[in-house]
C-alpha cells in the first residue's frame, strides 16, 4: 500500500498549476472553471488568475486522483466530486455531463491556525463587547445557530465560540465532512459516510446523532444542517441536551428560523406544523448572524434571540441583542459599521445570572439609555 504522505505528495503534482494558491494562506478559495479559467478569492475579493491546466484531461486526471485519495470516484456516471485535499481543504468538483463546460471545481481553504475571538475582534467581525456577551451566553448553555450566506465564516465562528465552552464538558461533534477545529479538549468527532459504488456502508448525519444521544454528550455540535436532521437537533435540543451548536446557510435572523423549519420537514417524523414550529422555536436560543459584506470583510451582522412563535400571527418572535449599524463606505471602499448592543435586556438574562455569569455592562448602559432598565 501506498504511504499516505507519499499520495498526497504525488496528489499535489497533479494540482501543480494550483499549488502556489494552495500554500498562499491568504488564498480562502481556488475556483477552476476548466482548464484554462482559474479564480481565486483573497481577503473577500476575487481575483482572476493567469494559471492553468495544460488541457481537459491534466485537469480530470488531477480529480480522479484526488477522488482516489478519499476512496470515492468520479466519472460521467458519478460526476460530482466531494472530499478533501492532503492539507483539509475541502474539494467540489462537477464534471461532465452535468457541467457540459467543466470540470468545475472549488476548493475551500481553511485557517492552519484556529480563528480565535480574539483574532475575530481584530479583523472586527465583532466587538469585545459582543463577545463578552457571547462568552456568556454560550457559557449558559443556550442552544446557538450561527447563519449566513457561503463564505461567510461560519465555521470560523463556530470554532470561536467553542473556546467559551467549559473544559469539563463532553462535546460530540457530527458533520458531513471534516472541518471543525474545536478548541477543546474533551471532543468526539464524528463524520459521514456517503455509500460505496455498490451502495454499502453509508453512515448518515442522523445515523451519527442517535447514536450521539446514547454516547453521554454534554454539548451537541453539528457542522452543518442540511436535511432531516434538523428536527433531531431540535429534539435533543429541548430534551435536556442544552447548550447545542450549529451552523446554517441563511441571511437574516429570521430566514434562519424558516429555513431550519423547512428542513425539519424533511424528516420523515410526521409532525403538525404549529407544533413544529413551537418547538423549534422553543429549542433554538440565539442565532448569531454573520455575513460576507462587498468590501470582503466577514464580520457578524446581528446576535438575535428567540423568544417564542406566536401562533395567532403565525410568526416567529424575536429580538436583536447585538445589532450591526452602516454608515457608508470608506474612501478605500471600505464597509464602515459598527455593531452596537440594540438597547435590549435578553431574557436569557436569567439563565445567564443562574450560571453565575454576567452579561458586559455595553448592554445595560443601552438598555438604561433606551428606557428599558431603571
Known amino acids: ?17 494550483i499549488r502556489p494558491f494552495l500554500e498562499d494562506p491568504s488564498v480562502s478559495e481556488v475556483m477552476i472553471n476548466g482548464p484554462d479559467l482559474i479564480f481565486i478569492e483573497r481577503k ?5 488568475t493567469t494559471a492553468r491546466f495544460a488541457n481537459r484531461e491534466a485537469l480530470m486526471a488531477a480529480l480522479r486522483n484526488a477522488a482516489q485519495f478519499v476512496g470515492k470516484s468520479v466519472d460521467p456516471e458519478r460526476p460530482i466530486l466531494e472530499g478533501h485535499l492532503p492539507d483539509g481543504s475541502r474539494i467540489e468538483a462537477v464534471i461532465p455531463p452535468a457541467a457540459p463546460d467543466g470540470p468545475h ?9 484556529t480563528l480565535t475571538v480574539k483574532r475575530l475582534v481584530g479583523f472586527g467581525a ?13 457559557a449558559s448553555k443556550l442552544n446557538v445557530v450561527v447563519a449566513g450566506g457561503t463564505g461567510s465564516g461560519k465555521t470560523s465562528m463556530l470554532n470561536a465560540l467553542s473556546s467559551y465552552i467549559p473544559e469539563e464538558e463532553r462535546v460530540v461533534v457530527i458533520e458531513d465532512s471534516r472541518e471543525l477545529q474545536l478548541q477543546r479538549q474533551h471532543v468526539v468527532q464524528l463524520e459521514a459516510r456517503p455509500p460505496d ?6 453512515v448518515s448525519v442522523r445515523d451519527l446523532f442517535r447514536a450521539t444521544l446514547r454516547m453521554r454528550p454534554d454539548r451537541i455540535v453539528v457542522g ?22 450549529t451552523t446554517l446557510h441563511a441571511t437574516y435572523p429570521r430566514d434562519t428560523l424558516s429555513r431550519l423549519e423547512t428542513m425539519a420537514m424533511m424528516s420523515d417524523v410526521q409532525m ?4 413544529m414550529r413551537i418547538q423549534l422555536a422553543s429549542a433554538v436560543n440565539l442565532i448569531v448572524q454573520v455575513g460576507r459584506f462587498q468590501d ?21 418572535i424575536t429580538q436583536d441583542v447585538f445589532v450591526r449599524k452602516h454608515s457608508g463606505l470608506g474612501p478605500n471602499g471600505e464597509v464602515i459599521s459598527e455593531l452596537v448592543p440594540s438597547g435590549t435586556l435578553p431574557r436569557a438574562l436569567e439563565q445567564v445570572h443562574e450560571h453565575g455569569l454576567e452579561l458586559p455592562a455595553a448592554i445595560y448602559e443601552a438598555a438604561r439609555a433606551a428606557g428599558g432598565v431603571g
Do not use: N, W
Open 224 to 245: 452543518e444542517i442540511r436535511g432531516g436532521e434538523a428536527l433531531d437537533l431540535i429534539q435533543a435540543m429541548t430534551s435536556g441536551h442544552g447548550g447545542c451548536l
Open 272 to 275: 403538525p406544523l404549529h407544533a
Open 105 to 113: 471545481v472549488a476548493i475551500r481553504r481553511f485557517f492552519k491556525e
Open 296 to 316: 470582503g470583510s466577514r464580520k457578524v451582522s446581528h446576535v438575535t434571540e428567540v423568544l417564542g412563535f406566536d401562533v395567532a400571527k403565525g410568526e416567529y
Open 44 to 48: 473577500g475579493r476575487i481575483e482572476k
Open 197 to 202: 459504488p455498490k451502495g454499502r456502508g453509508q
Open 1 to 17: 500500500m501506498i504511504p499516505r504522505e507519499v499520495f498526497a505528495e504525488t496528489l499535489l503534482q497533479f494540482f501543480e498549476p
Open 126 to 138: 465583532l466587538t469585545d463587547d459582543c463577545a463578552d456577551a457571547l462568552r456568556a451566553l454560550v
